[in-house]
């Protein structure tokens, strides 16, 4: 079975501070890791993913996430948040092969102060 | 090129009655995905088509079924309505085989209201 955890259900930052949400994994098998920003009445967009290839893997936007297995965590990081930033954002996870779905965390609203 | 397209976009229903929710994925793309979205669950897979096969089904009752046509195209239908469907249902579509790891995209979604 496989899970995510993400830590913070609300993170409020600074426009231009650091934007940090932090994932967690739980997988048997080697995972695949995702990160979607879904914006109010919207659906889903992808950020980016990580499937065994390099672990810094870099999204759209400025995002960017590392797979670090010893920490099982694929936390994203932004260096400098934009007032367009402030979203919902979900980790989730899936196997190489099988189930064909992915599991969710439980979303962190990032609020942006200006 | 278009993305995917859910029809309607919000539906308001009664307990007991019946609802089709649609769904158009890209064209092209062979898969289908449903997931309930609800504040108090979050994210839910709901079941996955492949040309027009049902190919993995999530943990929900059998009041919840779907289908895929020869286009592609895909409906889940809901009966005998509760007040907890109340939900946002999205449609994902992707191009193969190991449907998320080759990218979902989502359509913007389906708000059903159960009154």
């Known amino acids: 079975a496989q899970s995510v955890t993400q830590l913070g259900s609300h993170v409020s930052v600074s426009e231009g501070a650091l934007v940090l949400l932090r994932c967690n994994y739980s997988?048997?098998?080697?995972?695949?890791l995702f990160w979607y920003v879904q914006y109010p009445n919207q659906g889903l967009q992808l950020l980016l993913k990580y499937t065994s290839a390099a672990t810094l893997v870099k999204g759209i936007n400025g995002f960017e996430a590392e797979f670090k297995k010893s920490e099982t965590s694929f936390h994203l990081t932004k260096p400098s948040a934009h007032m367009s930033d402030a979203a919902e954002y979900f980790c989730?996870?899936?196997?190489?092969?099988?189930?064909?779905?992915?599991?969710f965390g439980t979303g962190t609203r990032l609020t942006i102060i200006p | 090129k278009a993305g995917v397209t859910q029809t309607p976009r919000y539906l308001i229903k009664t307990r007991g009655q019946q609802v089709t929710l649609s769904c158009s994925p890209i064209s092209g793309h062979r898969s289908v995905s449903w997931y309930q979205q609800t504040p108090g669950q979050g994210l839910q897979f709901l079941f996955e088509?492949?040309?027009?096969?049902?190919?993995n089904k999530g943990n929900f009752p059998g009041r919840f079924s779907g289908r895929q046509f020869s286009n592609s195209r895909s409906e889940m239908n809901v009966s005998t309505l509760e007040l907890g469907d109340s939900a946002l249902y999205l449609c994902?579509?992707?191009?193969?085989?190991?449907?998320?790891?080759?990218?979902?995209?989502f359509g913007s979604g389906t708000r059903l209201t159960v009154v």
């Open positions: 989730a996870v899936s196997a190489p092969r099988g189930n064909e779905k992915l599991t």
């Open positions: 997988s048997s098998v080697p995972p695949y």
């Open positions: 088509y492949f040309s027009e096969t049902q190919r």
């Open positions: 994902a579509s992707s191009s193969g085989q190991g449907a998320p790891n080759y990218g979902y995209t």
